[in-house]
């Protein structure tokens, strides 16, 4: 029994060298994992980079000045705005406008009527009827006094019809039509083209002299009154770039007056700024973010805000353009922002770097799971 057990032994250990032997080996993939500390980059054909409208800029260097940042309030252009009010005590008869239509200038806005009009309509008619007469008769047939009076007299009717309310047009068309007209009726116009942004008032309400009717206002242009300390007013001059944010919108803007005298509650000076607002972002009485951009400054290496993106790592970084398509993700720092633009180190002076598209360029090496790395 212990010779068999033995052999069973023996066998056993000439057998481990063989097993082993026919064991497979530890896979391993042809080619190892890909660098990850090289620059990743992200390709597109022409039709792509046309599609996402990428574009591209060399940095060069640029002056920027300081940003002074401020609250601001959306006012009226009171260069493009007109109220319109009787100059005589009259009552509303017809409406011809109403709240937020755009009318034109001289397009009737309402229809009024009057006792003093209807005097002054008549007198009227009576002095270009008689001036009438005087004038076919001739200076032959009259005194001299006499014809002048006739001719003052209709001067001083037209006068004074236009003076309570009527137009040059209306004083024409009564003294063709005679006393059919003469019944104190008269009609307010749009002394501008805009929009409507008041009319307090109803049919049949007896109005005074003075009494607002309409508020009419070009809206295309508006006004930023914004607030800064004395200190910042004597660095801002007229002419000074401004932005002006609402809704996560950025409008461009210039400064056109600085005031003089500070609010006595606040102690803040106001700047005013003109903004275009084509698109009627802006509307009197939002309030707004400004950020007005003063002095020469020194020169820098500055790129739009929306051309320098945040890594999946936090860190920041910008697209260059390395020729054919070819992007590659560089990080760089950004040393502060003003005027829309972030002032960066990391990179020289003569880079072509991606403006526009970065986005979509970011969202591209992301499907591809790269890293940055600043090199």
């Given at each position: 029994?212990?010779?068999?057990?033995?052999?069973?032994?023996?066998?056993?250990?000439?057998?481990?060298?063989?097993?082993?032997?026919?064991?497979?080996?530890?896979?391993?993939?042809?080619?190892?994992?890909?660098?990850?500390?090289?620059?990743?980059?992200?390709?597109?054909?022409?039709?792509?980079?046309?599609?996402?409208?990428?574009?591209?800029?060399?940095?060069?260097?640029?002056?920027?000045?300081?940003?002074?940042?401020?609250?601001?309030e959306?006012?009226?252009?009171?260069?493009?705005?007109?109220?319109?009010?009787?100059?005589?005590?009259?009552?509303?008869?017809?409406?011809?406008?109403?709240?937020?239509?755009?009318?034109?200038?001289?397009?009737?806005?309402?229809?009024?009527?009057?006792?003093?009009?209807?005097?002054?309509?008549?007198?009227?008619?009576?002095?270009?009827?008689?001036?009438?007469?005087?004038?076919?008769?001739?200076?032959?047939?009259?005194?001299?006094?006499?014809?002048?009076?006739?001719?003052v007299?209709?001067?001083?009717?037209?006068?004074?019809?236009?003076?309570?309310?009527?137009?040059?047009?209306?004083?024409?068309?009564?003294?063709?039509?005679?006393?059919?007209?003469?019944d104190?009726?008269?009609?307010?116009?749009?002394?501008?083209?805009?929009?409507?942004?008041?009319?307090?008032?109803?049919?049949?309400?007896?109005?005074?002299?003075g009494?607002?009717?309409?508020?009419?206002t070009?809206?295309?242009?508006?006004?930023?009154?914004?607030?800064?300390?004395?200190?910042?007013?004597?660095?801002?001059?007229?002419?000074?770039?401004?932005?002006?944010?609402?809704?996560?919108?950025?409008?461009?803007?210039?400064?056109?007056?600085?005031?003089?005298?500070?609010d006595?509650?606040?102690?803040?000076?106001?700047?005013?700024?003109?903004?275009p607002?084509?698109?009627?972002?802006?509307?009197?009485?939002?309030?707004?973010?400004?950020?007005?951009?003063?002095?020469?400054?020194?020169?820098?290496?500055?790129?739009?805000?929306?051309?320098?993106?945040?890594?999946?790592?936090?860190?920041?970084?910008?697209?260059?353009?390395?020729?054919?398509g070819?992007?590659?993700?560089?990080?760089?720092?950004?040393?502060?922002?003003?005027?829309?633009?972030?002032?960066?180190?990391?990179?020289?002076?003569?880079?072509?770097?991606?403006?526009?598209?970065?986005?979509?360029?970011?969202?591209?090496?992301?499907?591809?799971?790269?890293?940055?790395?600043?090199?």
């Amino acid at each position: 029994m212990s010779i068999r057990i033995a052999w069973v032994l023996l066998a056993t250990l000439l057998a481990q060298p063989l097993l082993q032997a026919a064991e497979p080996a530890p896979a391993h993939a042809e080619h190892s994992d890909p660098d990850r500390d090289g620059p990743a980059e992200v390709h597109l054909t022409t039709a792509q980079r046309r599609a996402v409208g990428v574009a591209v800029e060399v940095l060069a260097p640029r002056r920027l000045g300081d940003e002074i940042r401020a609250p601001g309030e959306v006012e009226l252009n009171a260069y493009a705005t007109a109220q319109v009010t009787p100059r005589i005590p009259a009552q509303v008869l017809r409406r011809h406008a109403r709240l937020g239509d755009q009318v034109q200038a001289g397009q009737p806005l309402v229809t009024l009527s009057s006792v003093e009009m209807a005097q002054a309509q008549g007198d009227l008619v009576v002095a270009d009827s008689e001036w009438q007469r005087v004038r076919k008769l001739g200076k032959q047939a009259l005194s001299e006094r006499r014809f002048t009076q006739a001719q003052v007299a209709r001067q001083q009717a037209r006068a004074r019809v236009q003076a309570f309310g009527m137009t040059p047009e209306q004083v024409d068309r009564l003294s063709q039509l005679g006393a059919t007209l003469a019944d104190g009726t008269f009609q307010l116009p749009a002394p501008r083209a805009g929009t409507v942004i008041r009319d307090q008032f109803i049919l049949g309400e007896r109005v005074e002299p003075g009494r607002v009717l309409f508020e009419i206002t070009d809206e295309r242009v508006l006004w930023v009154e914004a607030w800064v300390t004395p200190e910042e007013a004597g660095r801002i001059r007229p002419g000074d770039r401004a932005r002006v944010r609402h809704a996560n919108a950025w409008l461009e803007g210039q400064v056109t007056q600085v005031f003089h005298a500070l609010d006595h509650a606040t102690r803040t000076q106001a700047v005013r700024i003109e903004v275009p607002n084509k698109d009627h972002r802006l509307h009197p009485g939002l309030f707004v973010d400004v950020r007005i951009l003063t002095g020469a400054g020194l020169e820098v290496l500055a790129l739009p805000e929306e051309a320098v993106l945040r890594s999946p790592d936090g860190d920041w970084l910008v697209f260059v353009s390395e020729g054919d398509g070819e992007y590659r993700p560089v990080e760089v720092d950004i040393l502060r922002t003003t005027g829309g633009l972030a002032v960066i180190s990391g990179l020289t002076a003569g880079t072509p770097v991606v403006t526009q598209g970065a986005f979509f360029l970011q969202s591209e090496l992301a499907k591809g799971g790269f890293e940055v790395h600043q090199h």
